[in-house]
């Protein structure tokens, strides 16, 4: 059983505007939800965390929202810009320091 | 500079045959992980490590080694039971305080093609 699912394998947005990726998880238990980016034969770089006693977390053009009781996660950018172009993968980490990822989604920024 | 290097970044190997992925980290970092990744799928733990001469089987351990003998390398060994192994390789290395958190460091990857 899938611990966390990226329900969009792709998206495409116009720069300038904002992206929105979701995430949506399935045990209520997880102490830490990640984002991830991943370019091309590259491995992913952590990216944003929130942990779950927070309902948002901003660093910059990045915020993450946690909606427990929908056990929804989202990762908003804004403004898009082309390099922000990627993989996103979500990711929640269980009590006893599992980690479990998304299957991604493939963000086009387009110029 | 600080980082985790995998070697080779591209490597084939015939059927039946086993072949070991490096992974070096300098980071000082505590745990090291292996994940493998395959189109449409997300990263699957392989085998992880907290400390030297320690490691756990991930959720797709089957057909794989690894060992620990120095706290800077984690070399993985794809044997030839395992029965699907072409594949984009990661290794990871982690504080002992990010364990918890989930923020891990990769390396480039590695790819492993059976010919």
């Known amino acids: 059983d899938q611990q966390v699912k990226q329900n969009s394998p792709s998206l495409s947005v116009q720069e300038g505007r904002i992206s929105i990726l979701n995430c949506d998880y399935t045990?209520?238990?997880?102490?830490?939800f990640l984002w991830y980016k991943k370019y091309p034969a590259e491995g992913p770089t952590f990216l944003i965390s929130i942990s779950s006693i927070k309902d948002k977390n901003e660093d910059g053009r990045f915020t993450v929202f946690l909606n427990k009781s929908a056990k929804h996660l989202s990762l908003h950018i804004v403004p898009s810009q082309p390099g922000d172009s990627a993989v996103y993968f979500c990711?929640?980490?269980?009590?006893?320091?599992?980690?479990?990822f998304g299957t991604g989604t493939r963000l086009t920024v387009i110029p | 500079d600080g980082g985790i290097t995998q070697s080779p970044k591209y490597l084939f190997r015939k059927e039946g045959q086993n072949v070991t992925l490096s992974c070096e980290q300098n980071l000082n970092h505590d745990a090291m992980y292996w994940y493998r990744q395959d189109p449409g799928q997300g990263l699957r733990l392989i085998y992880y490590s907290q400390i030297v001469n320690d490691f756990q089987k991930g959720d797709i351990a089957e057909g794989y080694s690894v060992s620990r003998e120095k706290k800077e390398s984690f070399p993985l060994t794809v044997t030839s039971a395992q029965k699907n192994p072409t594949a984009f390789y990661l290794c990871?290395?982690?504080?002992?305080?990010?364990?918890?958190?989930?923020?891990?460091?990769f390396g480039e990857g590695s790819r492993l093609t059976v010919l």
């Open positions: 045990n209520s238990m997880f102490d830490y």
């Open positions: 990711a929640v980490v269980t009590g006893a320091n599992n980690l479990f």
């Open positions: 990871a290395s982690s504080t002992e305080t990010d364990i918890g958190t989930g923020e891990l460091f």
